[in-house]
C-alpha cells in the first residue's frame, strides 16, 4: 500500500503505479497510474485504467476493503483507452470528465485515435457522466485545472490545504523527465504540452514537500532539486523463449534491479 497524503479530508492512495516507458514493436504501453482518494464519504478513482490492467485494479481495491460498487466518484484527466476504459466497472460512481474532452474524443479519426470508441460512445450516452469545465471544483476540495497538450481538453486534480500540496497530474506530465525538461513526448500538440508542464512543474516547485502523481511514473515529492521518488519501482515481463513452459525468463523493468 502507498499512501501518499492525508489532505483536504482525504487519504490519497497510490493504487497503480505508471511506468515510464512506451513499447518500440507493439504499440502503445499504456501501464497508467491509478490513484484512490477515500474521504468526505466517498470513495473515488482518479483514472481507471485499460482493460489489461482490469484484475490487478479489482485486486488493489480488495486488499482495501473496497468492492467495485463502493466507488461513488472517477474523476477522468482524458479520454485515452490507458485512462479511462474500466470505467465500466463501477456501475455506482458519477463519471467525471471535461465535456470538451469527451465530444473531442468522439470526433477523433478511428484510423489515429488513441480514445477506445466504444467505451467512449458509451460513456457519452451513460447516465453515470458528468461533465466537468476547467477552474470547476471537480469534488469538494478537488480542483480541476486545464492541462492541454497530450490531448486538447486534458484535466489535472489538484488538492491544496494550505499547507500540503497533491497534484494530479496524469499524462500532462507523463514522467519525470518531462517535468524536469518542460517539454512532452507523444503529445498532440508540443507548444501546449510545454506551457502546461511549466505551469504544473510551476505549481508543485512553489509548495515545499509537494506531490506530483504523472501519468506514467512514480510519484515524486518536491525536495527543493529534482524531485525525490516516493515507493519502489516494481514492473517486469514473464517471458517464454524456449521450448517449454518451464523454460521462462523474468525481466525487471526497474532502475533498481529489483525483481517484479
Not at 125 to 143: F, M, V
Not at 168 to 180: G, H, Q, S, T
Request: proline fraction near 4%.
Amino acid at each position: 500500500m502507498t499512501v501518499l497524503a492525508d489532505i483536504c479530508g482525504y487519504q490519497v492512495d497510490l493504487l497503480v503505479q505508471g511506468f515510464p516507458g512506451k513499447s518500440l514493436e507493439n504499440g502503445g504501453l499504456g501501464w497508467s497510474a491509478v490513484v484512490l482518494l477515500r474521504g468526505r464519504g466517498r470513495v473515488i478513482l482518479v483514472d481507471t485504467g485499460s482493460f489489461s490492467v482490469r484484475k490487478t485494479l479489482l485486486a488493489r481495491l480488495a486488499e482495501r476493503g473496497i468492492a467495485r460498487h463502493d466507488v461513488t466518484d472517477i474523476l477522468l484527466t482524458h479520454a485515452h483507452y490507458d485512462h479511462m476504459m474500466n470505467w465500466t466497472l463501477f456501475p455506482a460512481a458519477s463519471v467525471a470528465i471535461c465535456g470538451a474532452e469527451l465530444d473531442h474524443a468522439l470526433a477523433e479519426p478511428i484510423e489515429t485515435s488513441l480514445c477506445a470508441e466504444l467505451y467512449v460512445r458509451a460513456l457519452a450516452e451513460s447516465p453515470q457522466l458528468r461533465r466537468l469545465t476547467p477552474g470547476a471544483e471537480a469534488l469538494p476540495g478537488i480542483a480541476a485545472i486545464a492541462a492541454p497538450g497530450h490531448t486538447p481538453h486534458h484535466l489535472s486534480f489538484v488538492l491544496d490545504d494550505g499547507a500540503g500540496r497533491v497534484i494530479l497530474a496524469a499524462d500532462a506530465v507523463k514522467n519525470r523527465a518531462e517535468l524536469l525538461a518542460a517539454a512532452g513526448d507523444s503529445t498532440q500538440d508540443g507548444a501546449a504540452s510545454s506551457a502546461t508542464i511549466a505551469n504544473i512543474a510551476d505549481l508543485w516547485r512553489a509548495r515545499s514537500g509537494a506531490i506530483i502523481v504523472c501519468g506514467h511514473d512514480l510519484p515524486l515529492l518536491n525536495d527543493g532539486d529534482g524531485g525525490t521518488y516516493l515507493g519502489t519501482r516494481r514492473a517486469g515481463i514473464l517471458c517464454w523463449f524456449g521450448a517449454s513452459l518451464d523454460d521462462s525468463r523474468r525481466i525487471a523493468l526497474s532502475t533498481n534491479g529489483d525483481s517484479p
